[in-house]
């Protein structure tokens, strides 16, 4: 007789096998590794006392873990980057509760990356049973929604036809076309546009910054509390906290060196200014930055030009620089679109966002189709023998 599936519930990731869950399809992705997500419980970034409790849905056989779902029981909407506060206060004033709500996302990284992890001895159909599993729940404990953010498209596949709602927004996304060098890249600029972005990496170098790519095996205690203490200060700057704290960034460093990046902007040999990566198989991907003091451009070849160096060096084909940022267009990121799946309980909710979520998906379609003519290359990304930069 077969054996059956058996889903189950867990209140930490420590519970799990780290070996079994990393056997899992993660996509190469860091922030789904059991080391990242053990690193967020073990420091207290993740809890019930900040609003993320863990409640990871795993599917077994014998005692084989053959999917899973990273997920949480929300208290509130921070650290998702899908903005929901306006849902929650229309429930508010109805007189209905909106939270504890289901997430499914690493906390407080808006990347996109799989929501349904399967063994290489599941079968495709263990997706659609993750995501049965999960809406089973969310009935039985009378959740009032359950979320899946920053879908990657075979995740989006599995879920279609089911009982949710899509929602589209947009990040700006890096792409390696093949490029052997920085200069290789650069060259499929505009010349009005190469001459800006390489006039702003000339003004960082003339300004005496030079920079320094660290891993997590580079950093000790003391670089890590330089480090923490730009990104918080960039937090303080815009009147908020910093989602995490120096202890995870120890520990993750530690855990899963080759996945942090660091790159340190240094001024007569004293750090002045940092952006934090993490890398995955062939995605890097931007998270924090921070600075003390004011260099012209600083923050574009910090978090941009050096991310988009680094990924040529590296070979990697895709870079994330984090949400939001139109600023981001004219240095070479491109308007990409990002998913999330969204079960909504109550009908009369469900409707009126359904209706909602027509409407703004349209809005981003025709946002990315103005932004699209924008972007800073050729039409043809070969170049122009008409068309030259004047000398830098």
């Given at each position: 007789?077969?054996?059956?599936?058996?889903?189950?519930?867990?209140?930490?990731?420590?519970?799990?096998?780290?070996?079994?869950?990393?056997?899992?399809?993660?996509?190469?992705?860091?922030?789904?590794?059991?080391?990242?997500?053990?690193?967020?419980?073990?420091?207290?970034?993740?809890?019930?006392?900040?609003?993320?409790?863990?409640?990871?849905?795993?599917?077994?056989?014998?005692?084989?873990?053959?999917?899973?779902?990273?997920?949480?029981?929300?208290?509130?909407?921070?650290?998702?980057?899908?903005?929901?506060?306006?849902?929650?206060?229309?429930?508010?004033?109805?007189?209905?509760?909106?939270?504890?709500?289901?997430?499914?996302?690493?906390?407080?990284?808006?990347?996109?990356?799989?929501?349904?992890?399967?063994?290489?001895?599941?079968?495709?159909?263990?997706?659609?049973?993750?995501?049965?599993?999960?809406?089973?729940?969310?009935?039985?404990?009378?959740?009032?929604?359950?979320?899946?953010?920053?879908?990657?498209?075979?995740?989006?596949?599995?879920?279609?036809?089911?009982?949710f709602l899509w929602r589209k927004d947009c990040q700006f996304h890096w792409y390696?076309?093949?490029?052997?060098?920085?200069?290789?890249?650069?060259?499929?600029?505009?010349?009005?546009?190469?001459?800006?972005?390489?006039?702003?990496?000339?003004?960082?170098?003339?300004?005496?910054?030079?920079?320094?790519?660290?891993?997590?095996?580079?950093?000790?205690?003391?670089?890590?509390?330089?480090?923490?203490?730009?990104?918080?200060?960039?937090?303080?700057?815009?009147?908020?906290?910093?989602?995490?704290?120096?202890?995870?960034?120890?520990?993750?460093?530690?855990?899963?060196?080759?996945?942090?990046?660091?790159?340190?902007?240094?001024?007569?040999?004293?750090?002045?200014?940092?952006?934090?990566?993490?890398?995955?198989?062939?995605?890097?991907?931007?998270?924090?930055?921070?600075?003390?003091?004011?260099?012209?451009?600083?923050?574009?070849?910090?978090?941009?030009?050096?991310?988009?160096?680094?990924?040529?060096?590296?070979?990697?084909?895709?870079?994330?620089?984090?949400?939001?940022?139109?600023?981001?267009?004219?240095?070479?990121?491109?308007?990409?679109?990002?998913?999330?799946?969204?079960?909504?309980?109550?009908?009369?909710?469900?409707?009126?966002?359904?209706?909602?979520?027509?409407?703004?998906?349209?809005?981003?379609?025709?946002?990315?189709?103005?932004?699209?003519?924008?972007?800073?290359?050729?039409?043809?990304?070969?170049?122009?023998?008409?068309?030259?930069?004047?000398?830098?």
């Amino acid at each position: 007789m077969a054996a059956t599936l058996q889903a189950r519930f867990v209140s930490s990731i420590d519970r799990l096998p780290a070996a079994q869950w990393n056997a899992l399809a993660l996509g190469g992705n860091p922030f789904v590794r059991h080391e990242f997500l053990l690193a967020l419980e073990r420091t207290g970034c993740v809890g019930a006392a900040a609003g993320w409790s863990p409640n990871h849905l795993v599917i077994e056989r014998d005692g084989e873990l053959l999917a899973a779902m990273p997920l949480y029981r929300k208290a509130h909407s921070w650290g998702e980057f899908v903005f929901d506060w306006s849902w929650a206060r229309a429930y508010d004033q109805a007189g209905l509760r909106y939270y504890p709500k289901l997430v499914s996302m690493p906390p407080f990284t808006p990347a996109t990356g799989p929501r349904l992890l399967l063994s290489p001895n599941a079968s495709p159909e263990a997706r659609v049973r993750l995501s049965q599993e999960l809406l089973t729940y969310a009935k039985a404990e009378r959740m009032s929604s359950a979320h899946l953010l920053f879908l990657t498209d075979e995740d989006r596949a599995a879920l279609s036809g089911q009982a949710f709602l899509w929602r589209k927004d947009c990040q700006f996304h890096w792409y390696n076309r093949g490029y052997r060098t920085f200069d290789d890249f650069i060259a499929t600029f505009r010349a009005d546009k190469r001459k800006k972005a390489l006039r702003e990496r000339r003004r960082v170098r003339e300004g005496g910054v030079t920079f320094r790519t660290l891993t997590g095996a580079d950093m000790d205690a003391k670089l890590w509390n330089i480090v923490f203490g730009f990104s918080a200060a960039t937090f303080e700057s815009h009147g908020h906290e910093h989602y995490l704290n120096v202890e995870f960034f120890r520990t993750v460093s530690e855990v899963m060196p080759e996945a942090v990046v660091i790159k340190l902007a240094e001024y007569q040999g004293h750090p002045i200014a940092t952006a934090i990566f993490f890398r995955g198989d062939q995605v890097l991907y931007g998270r924090y930055w921070g600075a003390a003091a004011n260099f012209h451009s600083l923050h574009f070849e910090t978090c941009y030009y050096q991310g988009i160096e680094y990924c040529i060096e590296q070979g990697l084909q895709h870079f994330e620089p984090g949400t939001q940022g139109e600023h981001k267009v004219p240095r070479g990121f491109e308007p990409t679109a990002t998913w999330s799946a969204h079960w909504i309980a109550d009908p009369r909710f469900r409707r009126a966002i359904d209706n909602y979520l027509n409407d703004e998906r349209a809005a981003i379609d025709q946002y990315m189709l103005q932004v699209e003519q924008h972007v800073p290359f050729h039409r043809n990304r070969g170049g122009s023998e008409v068309d030259h930069a004047e000398p830098e």
